[in-house]
């Protein structure tokens, strides 16, 4: 396929520039201005033209949990949203704990995915924090990443030999952290709140504990160590600390704790049930300054999609999580770029630039790079309206928050998975009259 983008406006690591991109073959094969080249010619006047956004952190399911997601809905969201790159995590029905299952997974992706799909492996067989599972397999197998997410492993012996093994093999280990002999089984945030709603809250000592630990142990080790949907100002604070002596540490937060507080959690509201709980306001004022300085190195979705049923149900018995693949970009840019609380190239670093770098894929949008691509429209508008959710899971407590920023085409390796909002086979078949 040849593809000619003309008069976008370009921002990836170099900076910021108008003009044209030719892609061949799946790669960027020219970027310049006047551009008059072989195959499809779109004009993107007025749109913004960006480094395929990566999500390093969720859930799509398969195998085993197809009810809830699968690989075809869970790309196919990411594709709407502007993903080009997913990170899938381990924790499905049987666990990703060895190749054959991560082989499993790549070729899911490839017979059925939207998108590329990276498996994470778990750390331990099973998720049980019990045996090291094989990680150097695993990692030949193409598993970017390794862990245990929900559960975070609490035995600090077996947690200090994965990351002495994954050192050795500079191998990267993602941290859910949570010490839940401090969290005491709590499914809401501990305060005032919960002790009015009468339900068992989870400290955030809990959080901040497990990140101390694995921060020493990463110092101890040398291993790479990225810790996932952080949630607290003691986290950033710890975080903050590690890297000014060199720590290999890194680490991303989810929009729900950016921009939700655990007041949405009254009236018993278990779409707002997620893992780590929604905070204070002074927490996500605290992430939000985090992400500012540095600190904090990307945002991660943890789309986590559930059964409209398993949601109607007691708090107490809610699964946790919250979908939000095809509306993170759009919510953040309205809520945050929109809003003047962070510049749109920050956006781009924390959603395409930042978590590139940490699973070793940077991507610049130059001659010879992969053509992963994603088009945005600035003057773009919408609602967060989940009936209209390409993903099995509509769970999300975000339901007419406003969006802007909307992504209106996603290129991957030189293909349009969406266009205008529709993702699907052969739209660059037919000219594209319109984008946006």
């Not at 080249?37 to 969720?58: C, E, F, M």
């Not at 005491?184 to 919960?194: E, I, K, P, Q």
């Amino acid at each position: 396929m040849e593809l000619l983008l003309k008069n976008g406006y370009i921002i990836d690591a170099k900076g910021e520039s108008y003009g044209d991109i030719w892609i061949r073959d799946g790669n960027i094969a020219e970027v310049g201005k006047d551009l008059i080249r072989p195959g499809q010619s779109v004009n993107l006047a007025g749109k913004v033209v960006l480094p395929g956004l990566v999500d390093l952190h969720a859930h799509l399911r398969e195998p085993g949990q197809e009810g809830k997601e699968t690989i075809a809905t869970g790309t196919a969201a990411a594709a709407r949203g502007g993903f080009t790159t997913v990170c899938a995590m381990a924790n499905t029905s049987p666990a990703i704990d060895t190749p054959l299952l991560v082989d499993l997974v790549k070729l899911k992706a490839r017979e059925q995915g939207w998108v590329e799909v990276l498996p994470v492996g778990a750390i331990t067989k099973g998720l049980k924090g019990e045996e090291i599972a094989e990680l150097g397999l695993m990692h030949q197998a193409g598993a970017v990443g390794f862990s245990d997410d929900g559960n975070w492993v609490q035995n600090s012996r077996i947690a200090h030999n994965a990351m002495k093994y994954a050192a050795q093999w500079d191998l990267l280990l993602i941290s859910h952290p949570e010490d839940l002999s401090l969290s005491a089984d709590g499914v809401m945030n501990a305060g005032s709140l919960a002790d009015k709603l009468s339900l068992k809250g989870a400290d955030a000592v809990a959080e901040v504990a497990a990140v101390e630990r694995d921060i020493i142990l990463a110092e101890a080790t040398g291993c790479r160590l990225h810790l996932t949907h952080i949630s607290t100002a003691g986290s950033v604070a710890a975080l903050r600390r590690a890297k000014a002596r060199g720590v290999r540490v890194t680490a991303d937060v989810t929009p729900h704790h950016l921009l939700l507080t655990e007041e949405l959690c009254a009236g018993y509201n278990t779409l707002a049930k997620v893992n780590p709980p929604l905070r204070r306001k002074q927490d996500c004022e605290a992430l939000l300054e985090g992400l500012l300085d540095g600190t904090i190195d990307a945002i991660a979705t943890d789309h986590a999609p559930h059964r409209e049923a398993e949601k109607r149900t007691t708090f107490d018995a809610a699964p946790a999580g919250i979908s939000s693949l095809e509306i993170a970009w759009p919510l953040l840019y309205a809520h945050l770029v929109e809003a003047g609380h962070m510049p749109l190239a920050t956006l781009v670093e924390k959603m395409a630039t930042g978590p590139r770098r940490i699973i070793g894929r940077d991507l610049t949008l130059a001659p010879g790079e992969r053509a992963d691509i994603t088009v945005i429209d600035p003057t773009s508008r919408g609602v967060v309206n989940p009936a209209e959710f390409i993903s099995k899971g509509r769970n999300t407590p975000l339901a007419g928050w406003k969006l802007a920023g909307l992504p209106v085409m996603t290129i991957v390796q030189g293909e349009i998975a969406m266009l205008n909002g529709k993702v699907g086979a052969g739209l660059a078949a037919q000219p594209v009259a319109q984008v946006g």
